[in-house]
Structure formats: C-alpha cells, structure tokens
C-alpha cells in the first residue's frame, strides 16, 4: 500500500544523513519511550506523581533537539518544521509544563512528537528499532497502545488495533469517546496518508457491520460512508512548479469556509476536503522545497488542519503559523500567520479564571511581532 510518508523522502541525502543523526537520535528515541506511559493519556500526564519524570524527559529532549542537525534536512523537504523552531517548541512545553498548564503542554507535546517521528522514520531501520523497542512495553489499554503506535508512524499496527477496538464493542467496554477517535484515525489515514479512498470505504463497512456501536457514531459512520463513496474513484489533484496560480487556486478554494472562519465538524466532505487538501499541499512541498509559495502553504496548513485538529490529536496548526512568521518575516502572508497564531496562543492560555498567558510566551510574541514590524 503507498504510504504518504514515502513521498517525503528525498533522494540523495538519506544515508549521509542518517549516519549524522542516529545516535542522538536513539536518545531522543529513548526518552519517547520514557514518556509513553503519559502522552497518550492527559490524566497521566497531569498526575503530580508522574510530574518529575516528565519533567526529566523534557529537558533530555530539549538537550538532544540542539544537537540534531535538522535543518540541512528541512531545507530539502521543504513542509517540515525548521531544527530552530522544533527546539523552541519542545522548550516551550518544558517551561509550561513545569509552570503547571498541563493540558496545554501535553497537547503541544504531542503535536511536537508528531513532527519528530514523520521526520525521523524517512530514516533506514528506524521502524524496526520502534517496533523492537516496543515489544517489551506495550500499555495496558489497548486505546491508550493504539495511539502511541499511530504517534511512531506505526501505522499497520495502530490501524489493527483500531479495527480490533470498534469491532469488539460492547464486550471490551471501551469508552465512546476511544471510539470515534478510532474511527477518525482510519479516516485520517486513508485520506491523508494512504490516499486510499476504496480502501476507506471498505474499511468503513467493516466498522458499522457491528449495530452495538452508538447510534451518533453509527451515524457519523455511514456519513462518511456516503461522502467517501461519492469521490472514492478521484483522483488527488496533482500540481508541477510551473502551476503556483493553479494551486494557489485550488487551496483558496477548498479551505473557502476555513478562511471566512468556520471550523464547523459537521460534515464529513468538510473534513475529508481539509484532509485532501493538507495531503496534495505536503506532496507540493516535497517536490518544490523552494517554492516562493511556502509561506502561504505553511498559513493553508494551518487552516486546513483546524477543521480535523481533535480528531488527527497531532495537528500542528501553530507550528506552521510560528514556522511562517520566523522564516519568512518579510512576505505579507507573515502578518496573518501571527494574527492566528496569537489567537491560539490565547485560546490556550484562557481558561474559567480568564486568560493568563506566560510571560516567556509573551515575551515569544513581543519578538514575532517586532520581526514582523521591522521587515
């Protein structure tokens, strides 16, 4: 089955680069594996008895991160997250994690881990290290082990046990909530990374054969059913160097509502729309890392991840609203890249008691701003 991420490789530099970076980044290896009992469940993650070892493992990766050199790969796949602002990131949720928003540090850990691993397996073996390493620890809950597999670009593994979840429903008591994100996660999978929309379908049937599931995600289910079956014989639009207006065009277009500001779930040719669209933008990026349309394809990103951000639980709309303003300060686009970066931000930081941001992540938008203020 084509896998996504092998659009992502770049011929040529695979194999020096893996002799630069594997041993720190079997360590950084290492410390996800130390966090896995507690990036898959917030309540672990939030529990003041796990806080030190938490807190241990940030600062190990933080360490590593500036010792990998990531940029020589960015500048060759072109969407990637830059080394710099991986780095500030993992700081970034070093600091609130330790100043006592967890939420808030455990959903940007996540989004973090996320861009780690689709970088890190393009490299030879590198599966087969995660698949070894995890052998001897597989979690309890098999919700909780499915997403540290879909987490490490696990996917055959992380998709069975999905299917093994929805299919054995009510018997294994899983909560409803485990469910659809199960089903969101297939979704999520053969869409955007399979490009596999006969295989969705297929995989759709399999989940509403079973009638004991909740009557909202039977419901949900045959939607998709429905909007999958209608394009499943589409073809993703593909777009060369020399077609910038053209993709321009099309992106514009299928994020139309993202960009008037409605970020409604409730349609699923809605969600499967956003997801097509981030999938042709990635394939962009890798064939043209040089594109003067990256910016604008970083801002798209972020819009078009907003629609499916709860279900994918690695969406990084910020890091390429941050990843816009940092790289590209002079380019219009900059300015409304951190008009919605700051919204997320204060929507992160804004709770019951108001809005309390961190004087750090302040003092993070105070530099954006003047950078973008002095071009």
Same mark, same amino acid.
Request: with cysteine.
């Given at each position: ?5 092998? $659009? ?7 194999? +020096?680069?893996? =002799? ?8 950084? $290896?290492?410390?996800?594996?130390? /966090? ?9 993650? +939030? ?24 940029? =020589?790969?960015?500048?060759?796949? %072109? ?24 939420? &808030? ?62 299919? %054995?429903? @009510? ?12 089903? &969101? ?15 969705? +379908?297929?995989? /759709?049937?399999?989940?509403? =054969? ?6 909202? /995600?039977?419901?949900?289910?045959? %939607?998709?059913?429905? #909007? ?36 409604? $779930? ?8 956003? /997801?097509?669209?981030?999938?042709? $933008?990635?394939?962009?990026?890798? #064939?043209? @890392? ?11 990103? +972020?819009?078009?991840?907003?629609? &499916? ?18 790289? &590209?300060?002079?380019? @219009? ?20 008691? %108001?809005?309390?941001? @961190? ?17």
């Amino acid at each position: 089955m084509k896998r996504f991420l092998l $659009l992502l490789m770049v011929l040529g530099f695979v194999a +020096s680069t893996r =002799a630069e970076v594997k041993a720190v980044m079997d360590q950084l $290896l290492e410390q996800v594996f130390v /966090l896995k009992p507690f990036i898959t469940s917030e309540r672990s993650f +939030s529990d003041p008895a796990n806080s030190a070892e938490i807190s241990g493992a940030l600062t190990k990766m933080v360490a590593l991160s500036k010792e990998v050199n990531h940029e =020589a790969r960015i500048n060759k796949t %072109g969407f990637q997250v830059a080394g710099n602002v991986l780095t500030e990131q993992l700081e970034e949720v070093e600091n609130i994690f330790n100043k006592g928003n967890k939420g &808030y540090a455990f959903d940007n850990l996540r989004s973090t881990l996320g861009v780690c691993m689709s970088c890190h397996t393009q490299l030879p073996a590198v599966s087969t290290k995660f698949t070894t390493m995890n052998q001897t620890q597989a979690l309890a809950n098999d919700f909780e082990e499915a997403e540290f597999l879909y987490l490490i670009r696990n996917f055959d593994d992380a998709l069975k046990r999905y299917a093994e979840l929805i299919a %054995g429903y @009510p018997l294994n008591k899983a909560e409803i909530g485990d469910l659809e994100k199960a089903v &969101y996660r297939q979704i999520f999978y053969y869409v955007r990374v399979a490009r596999d929309l006969q295989g969705l +379908s297929v995989v /759709l049937q399999r989940d509403s =054969a079973n009638q004991n599931l909740p009557e909202h /995600l039977q419901k949900q289910i045959k %939607g998709f059913i429905a #909007a999958v079956n209608e394009i499943k014989d589409d073809k993703y639009p593909h777009f060369t160097d020399a077609e910038s207006d053209a993709l321009r065009k099309y992106a514009e277009t299928a994020l139309n509502e993202e960009l008037g500001g409605d970020f409604s $779930l409730d349609s699923p040719q809605n969600v499967i729309a956003a /997801l097509t669209v981030s999938s042709v $933008l990635y394939e962009y990026l890798s #064939a043209y @890392p040089e594109t003067p349309l990256k910016p604008d394809i970083l801002y798209w990103l +972020s819009y078009g991840e907003r629609r &499916y951000h709860y279900q994918s639980m690695h969406s990084l709309p910020d890091l390429y609203l941050k990843q816009c303003v940092l790289e &590209y300060p002079k380019n @219009p686009v900059a300015k409304k890249c951190f008009v919605e970066y700051e919204k997320f931000i204060t929507v992160g930081f804004t709770g019951s008691s %108001g809005t309390h941001i @961190p004087a750090d992540i302040v003092q993070e938008l105070t530099m954006m701003q003047n950078l973008i203020k002095a071009n």
